[in-house]
């Protein structure tokens, strides 16, 4: 860890405050408009828009390395760790009364659904305790009861690989990040609705995933929404990949949330 992140300055705090402040409620917008709209269609070969799966395009996701021993026991001591500190979220309403909130409660059917702290996020750009994540993280019985699976970890999108791996070791687990958004202008919150060629022209269900490509539908580009993230579903199971899951689990679960049939 960087001596700049055990005593970061009073620029980096205030920076890191209005991060906090604005990336939680940044994707209720995204939210909101998705209840209204349906999953895009994948491109024709002939058209003029990117073709494939779109949501390639807004998510990276960390290298992977060879394991150690060292590595495995480092994960697994984080494991356990998380465990015993949330098992006592069993229940929702323990996680809301330590300040965490769910996220996008306007789509009723998430594939996980993220119960979400700004004072942990901030906290976490500075210091990792395994005991305290950005999230809390559940699925849904079939009877519509919140049944706990995880946690989730955030931490600034500037952060290097070799800072990710001294929390959550590359070679057992892979931090991905939402990135290459474009965003309606500020103000304009409607065109989040806008659909071109049968795709969305904004978000992460948008072909657009450049500057330019952006600014041609006068909106507004983000290479990085959020920070790095990496899911730990300590109650599905005791080993290493239940736990930290693969590429695919760990980086499409938040997307997929923001889709109205959650699919």
């Known amino acids: 860890m960087s001596s700049s992140l055990n005593a970061p300055t009073s620029g980096t705090v205030r920076r890191a405050l209005i991060a906090a402040a604005v990336a939680l409620p940044l994707f209720a917008p995204v939210a909101r408009a998705q209840t209204h709209t349906h999953s895009a269609p994948s491109a024709s070969a002939g058209s003029t828009m ?75 750009a500075f210091r990792f305790d395994p005991a305290k994540p950005t ?34 070791p590359l070679s057992i687990a892979r931090w991905h990040r939402h990135v290459n958004w474009c965003l309606p202008p500020r103000g304009h919150k409607e065109r989040w609705l806008e659909r071109k060629s049968g795709h969305a022209v904004f978000g992460p269900e948008s072909p657009i995933a450049t500057k330019a490509a952006c600014d041609a539908v006068g909106g507004t580009f983000r290479d990085a929404i959020f920070g790095w993230m990496v899911h730990a579903s300590v109650f599905a199971g005791n080993d290493a990949r239940s736990i930290w899951g693969d590429a695919e689990h760990a980086g499409h679960d938040m997307q997929d949330g923001m889709k109205m049939d959650g699919t």
């Open 50 to 124: 990117h073709s494939g799966n779109e949501e390639a395009l807004h998510m990276e996701m960390t290298p992977t390395r060879p394991a150690t021993a060292a590595d495995s026991a480092r994960a697994a001591g984080v494991a356990v760790t998380l465990r015993k500190a949330i098992a006592k979220y069993r229940d929702t309403t323990a996680a809301v009364a330590d300040g965490y909130r769910l996220f996008a409660p306007e789509i009723k059917e998430q594939k996980v659904y993220h119960f979400s702290s700004s004072w942990m996020g901030l906290q976490e």
């Open 135 to 168: 999230s809390i993280l559940y699925t849904k019985d079939a009877d519509g009861r919140f049944e706990l699976v995880g946690a989730m970890y955030l931490v600034p999108k500037k952060f290097t690989l070799e800072q990710l791996d001294a929390r959550i």
